[in-house]
């Protein structure tokens, strides 16, 4: 098992953190940010793209009353939460226009009960919507960009902001691993490219009428709810090997 002198070293290689225990504190519950989904404060914000927001909040409730953790999920994660460094905050960066935060934010309420870890959410914008790649609070001062920019997507050489955001800390919010976005066993980009591709004769209007009903069809589909428990399941072992071995690979 990792020590604390371990994972104290990796901290200090990474970046002094914004996330102070202030800062996390000032985050909200998931039954707080649902309410907050629902209000005229949340509704102008712009939403992705710069259209506008619809009211999540009635989906995001029912689709944590039917979130269950597997009986071998609900196990790990109280194994975790019972090591000396195991995890026992999560810092969730969200929007609710977001599929994959509407998949995965539920799942992360019920991961947090069953460890007893305390979820603090973070909405990344402020009144517009970030195009960055790289947000920043010059850009974008009443946001979370200052936190989104600590935790950023990484492929292929490119860098970029893109949510959820999950980050588990120890009690005393030492960093432990992060997920961003989507599990590896999800291959969004493949899947969404051809949903949305052009079909013989289609006009560009057409092809995006067809592409949105057939992404959310996906989205309705039993595959949403396979894809929101393989990132249960990809935490679960990031953090598993991070306290055993006492980094990830």
């Known amino acids: 098992m990792s020590d604390p002198e371990t994972l104290r070293e990796d901290a200090v290689e990474r970046k002094q953190s914004v996330v102070t225990p202030e800062r996390f504190a000032s985050g909200i519950t998931f039954d707080q940010y649902v309410a907050y989904v629902g209000t005229s404060e949340n509704l102008t914000r712009e939403a992705s793209q710069g259209t506008a927001r619809r009211d999540w909040s009635g989906y995001l409730r029912q689709a944590y009353d039917g979130a269950r953790l597997s009986e071998a999920q609900t196990a790990a994660v109280k194994w975790l ?84 955001v999950a980050v588990f800390y120890t009690k005393s919010l030492e960093y432990l691993y992060h997920y961003v976005e989507y599990p590896a066993i999800y291959h969004k980009d493949r899947i969404v490219a051809v949903l949305r591709a052009a079909q013989p004769g289609e006009s560009p209007e057409e092809t995006q009428k067809r592409g949105e009903k057939l992404f959310f069809e996906m989205l309705d589909s039993p595959f949403f709810r396979v894809w929101a428990c393989a990132a249960v399941d990809e935490m679960l072992s990031a953090l598993h090997e991070r306290l055993v071995v006492g980094a990830l690979a």
């Open 81 to 164: 939460a019972a090591q000396p460094n195991g995890p026992a905050k999560i810092l969730v960066i969200s929007e609710e226009w977001s599929s994959d935060c509407r998949r995965d934010l539920p799942m992360l309420a019920r991961l947090a009960d069953a460890g007893g870890m305390e979820l603090r959410i973070f909405r990344r914008d402020g009144q517009r919507f970030s195009r960055s790649q790289r947000p920043s609070l010059a850009e974008a001062p009443d946001s979370n960009a200052d936190i989104m920019a600590e935790f950023l997507n990484e492929k292929n050489g490119q860098v970029w902001q893109s949510i959820p």
